[in-house]
């Protein structure tokens, strides 16, 4: 008899997993569109902000590029590319909110 641990991912399963990293991959490559066309311009303040939303991307990207994999069936690997895409996820948010912060901090310098 199989333990859980040797049975493959369903692929139905592992397919919607690929829908929402790819939905959420688009959505951080979306804000840094958006962000990179924000009239403020930049400084280097933005760096830390940047460094973490290509970091976090380039995670996601690598997770994506996993699911995609046929050997993404077995679990190990599935739950290895889960583990990055969650941290290329939290990565991405800190780098949002850092971008956030900087560009909060230009306005009340500009506003005082």
Do not use: C
């Not at 941290?87 to 909110?97: A, H, L, Q, R, Y």
């Amino acid at each position: 008899m199989q333990n859980d641990e040797e049975k493959p991912i369903e692929p139905v399963f592992r397919n919607g997993t690929v829908t929402v990293v790819g939905v959420v991959l688009s959505f951080s490559l979306g804000f840094l569109t958006q962000w990179a066309a924000n009239p403020v311009p930049w400084n280097m303040g933005d760096l830390p902000a940047v460094i973490l939303l290509a970091i976090g991307i380039l995670l996601q990207m690598h997770a994506l590029w996993d699911f995609l994999q046929l050997r993404s069936l077995q679990p190990k690997v599935y739950d290895q590319a889960t583990r990055i895409f969650f941290i290329g996820v939290v990565v991405t948010g800190s780098g949002v909110f850092s971008a956030l912060i900087a560009d909060f901090v230009v306005m009340i310098s500009k506003a005082a």
